[in-house]
């Protein structure tokens, strides 16, 4: 199975609305990512979490609140989001990144948000 | 991380080669050459990847520089299925850099019929 499922596949949301996404893979992977793509434009990476810790923050606004409860599940909590956030959220995972960094991620197919 | 440069778009005939160029003049020796591939309305998906030898896959073939600072990735026989924004991405392999993908503007291909 190199599958990464994200629910929900869409989500409309209020600027005061607090929801989540989620993110699960089941092969093992111990790297989980959150990107972010705007229409027509490349995903940005926004976190990395490595062994269920939180590895790496691209300066992301505190409105976007990751976690990671086990090795096999990612969350991203939303709150207070504003429309410029309006995006598809990516999430990914690789193999154990404390050797190589020549592993594939594998990507999920993405929550498409809008915020109004 | 260094910068890759490729064109905006591309076109191809359905069943014949493609070639999708990259440049990276500024390479390290420790960067991994890596290509994506996003499909309309999907996540992106990998493609292969390669350090300094070319490489081959039931996708796709890599053809590298001597000098690493550009690459090259082949489709043999493009199909419809394979219009998608390719993109061409280095990766540190010094493993304390890090293990996220910082992807450039990519290469639309379009495949006719």
């Known amino acids: 199975d190199t599958e990464v499922t994200q629910t929900p596949k869409h989500l409309v949301m209020g600027m005061t609305n607090k929801k989540s996404l989620k993110c699960e893979q089941h092969?093992?992977?111990?790297?989980m990512y959150w990107y972010k793509q705007k229409a027509k434009k490349p995903p940005e990476l926004m976190f990395v979490?490595?062994?269920?810790?939180?590895?790496i923050n691209e300066s992301v606004p505190s409105r976007f609140s990751p976690e990671c409860p086990n090795s096999s599940l990612l969350n991203l909590h939303l709150h207070a989001l504003q429309p410029e956030d309006s995006a598809l959220y990516l999430c990914?995972?690789?193999?154990?990144?404390?050797?190589?960094?020549?592993?594939?991620?594998?990507f999920g197919p993405g929550t498409r948000l809008t915020v109004t | 991380d260094a910068k890759t440069t490729q064109p905006n778009s591309m076109e191809s005939n359905e069943e014949e080669p493609v070639h999708l160029p990259c440049n990276h003049s500024?390479?390290?020796?420790?960067?991994?050459i890596h290509w994506y591939r996003q499909l309309p309305s999907q996540g992106p998906e990998y493609v292969i990847h390669?350090?300094?030898s070319n490489v081959n896959n039931r996708m796709a073939s890599l053809a590298i520089a001597e000098d690493r600072k550009s690459s090259t990735l082949i489709l043999h026989r493009a199909t419809l299925r394979d219009a998608a924004v390719y993109y061409c991405?280095?990766?540190?392999?010094?493993?304390?850099?890090?293990?996220?993908?910082?992807f450039g503007g990519g290469t639309r291909l379009m495949v006719k019929p």
């Open positions: 979490y490595s062994y269920e810790k939180l590895s």
């Open positions: 990914a995972s690789s193999q154990d990144p404390r050797w190589t960094v020549s592993y594939e991620q594998y």
């Open positions: 092969m093992g992977h111990r790297a």
């Open positions: 390669g350090l300094t």
């Open positions: 500024t390479i390290s020796g420790t960067d991994y």
């Open positions: 991405i280095l990766r540190d392999g010094d493993v304390t850099a890090g293990n996220m993908l910082t």
